[in-house]
């Protein structure tokens, strides 16, 4: 229900949340969210715009008395990653986010909240929309397809913007202010393999389930060491072929940007070795849990007697793909010797997908240096290669380089630390932003990052804390009024 959510202040940014989160709004299918911009910039009486790409862009003159003011862009991105529990019923394709407030939090109910880019999206629509907010000429930039490539901001070609500062509303803790942030990577791994039938009176099939993980933003989070579920089934089916174990299929994770949260394999195992292997795998499931105790105390590892499978992978290719898998890179490769507490290059694998003779892995990788990311690619290139994979390098994404002088930033610190008493954390993230990118368009515009409190994001648990969604707008109007004077 979202109705008890357009009553929180402040009302006007929560009720065009909720008129967003009744949109799907999937990355890649983003036709219903950008015709719903459109009516909105239409609507209004505002010139508004759908670029080549599907980017929406709408102009706002400057109101009376700021019409010196340098013109800006205030920028957010109309796409959001759908993620659910496995025993939560929900269709991404037809249903709106079913919202609920619990506490200081508002959540969904078992899916992905969409806070994470939507807050900004309304706060930006909830200031086009305004009769009386002071602000400079504004260019809103709605972008598409953030979360699985950045290819809106790639798309968005130089000379479409006029603005001189761009406000990317985008980060995840109140009191951060963001100057720059890491590149990425898809890296994809696949290859065919062969099959052997299985005797179903000589063996027995068993469903081998991770779940319970909290999964989380495989950038923002990827220095908590929480579980992965594709690396954890991995751990429990390598080198298993003593006993017994035959493996059919390996399902697992779904998004790159994702840490993936459940993954399960269908294995067979002749009948005379299913109790050594079932011993074997219970070992490993208590030295797991007692690794994850503190970090991840849902994990829950089930194995099941089901069916058996008809087709296992050949010895062979099993063991390749399985050592392949372990020695993946998963987590942080290197921390910033140069920022302190920031993760500088990391990789999350985010996909398994084996099954009908193919198997297919998904990567992520990230880094704030562009060296690095090529580095930590060629590492698992290299890796899977050994494996007899196909390795394909897309997406790539440059980082955005901090600069320490912007004027903008200025403006921002100098506001929080009036506003607040204290000073904001000046900060460069390891997750994507769009800034980097659009950067390369338009060098000379001046930007920043920050946003509201959202935990969880990139998972069922993506909560926004409502105190400080209002703190955000709050510090957006005052950033409005003290946008510097043209020079």
């Given amino acids: ?81 759908h993620q659910k529990n ?71 070609q130089g000379g479409m913007l006029n603005g001189e500062i761009l406000l990317n509303l985008d980060t ?86 994702a840490i993936p949260r459940e993954s399960a394999a269908l294995v067979a195992v002749s009948l005379s070795k299913k109790e050594d292997l079932l011993a074997s795998l219970h070992l490993r499931i208590t030295d797991i849990k007692k690794e994850f105790v503190s970090i991840e105390p849902n994990l829950h590892i089930e194995i099941t007697e089901t069916n058996t499978p008809t087709e296992v992978i050949s010895v062979t290719d099993q063991k390749q793909i399985l050592n392949a898998i372990y020695a993946a890179h998963n987590g942080v490769f290197r921390m910033s010797p140069d920022i302190a507490d920031l993760v500088e290059a990391s990789n999350n694998v985010a996909k398994v997908d084996i099954k009908d003779g193919q198997a297919k892995i998904l990567c992520l990788t990230r880094s704030s240096v562009e060296s690095t990311k090529l580095d930590v690619a060629q590492s698992l290139k290299s890796t899977f290669e050994l494996a007899n994979f196909e390795v394909i390098f897309s997406g790539d994404y440059p980082g955005w380089t901090p600069n320490v002088n912007s004027p903008i930033l200025k403006v921002l610190t100098e506001l929080y630390e009036k506003m607040h008493g204290a000073k904001a954390s000046v900060v460069a993230c390891h997750a994507g932003l769009e800034c980097g990118i659009l950067g390369r368009n338009y060098p000379d515009m001046d930007m920043i990052s920050y946003g509201p409190t959202i935990k969880g994001a990139h998972s069922p648990d993506e909560r926004v804390n409502i105190a400080s969604v209002e703190k955000f707008w709050d510090f957006t109007l005052e950033i409005l009024k003290h946008v510097p004077v043209k020079e």
């Fill in 86 to 156: 496995s025993d939560t019923s929900f269709d991404f394709d037809t249903q709106g986010i079913d919202m609920y407030i619990d506490g200081d939090w508002v959540k969904a109910h078992g899916t992905t909240l969409g806070a994470d880019n939507g807050i900004g999206v309304a706060t930006i629509m909830a200031i086009l929309a305004s009769k009386d907010i002071a602000h400079p000429a504004i260019e809103a930039l709605f972008t598409i397809d953030e979360e699985t490539g950045m290819t809106g901001a790639m798309g968005l």
């Fill in 172 to 257: 995840e803790e109140d009191d951060e202010i963001d100057i720059g942030c890491a590149g990425g990577l898809d890296v994809t791994a696949v290859r065919s393999y062969d099959t052997a039938t299985i005797v179903d009176t000589e063996s027995c099939g068993l469903k081998i389930t991770v779940k319970g993980l909290k999964g989380g933003h495989s950038g923002v989070e990827i220095h908590l060491g929480r579980g992965n579920a594709n690396k954890i089934l991995n751990r429990l089916l390598y080198g298993q072929e003593g006993s017994g174990l035959r493996l059919s299929t390996f399902e697992g994770g779904s998004l790159r940007n």
């Fill in 1 to 81: 229900m979202s109705t008890p959510i357009r009553y929180l202040s402040p009302t006007a940014l929560w009720h065009h949340f909720a008129d967003l989160n009744a949109i799907p709004r999937a990355s890649k299918k983003e036709e219903r969210v950008i015709q719903f911009a459109i009516d909105f910039g239409n609507g209004l009486g505002l010139e508004t715009i759908k670029d080549h790409v599907g980017n929406v862009i709408i102009r706002k003159p400057a109101t009376s008395g700021m019409e010196d003011r340098k013109p800006i862009v205030m920028q957010s991105h109309l796409d959001m990653v």
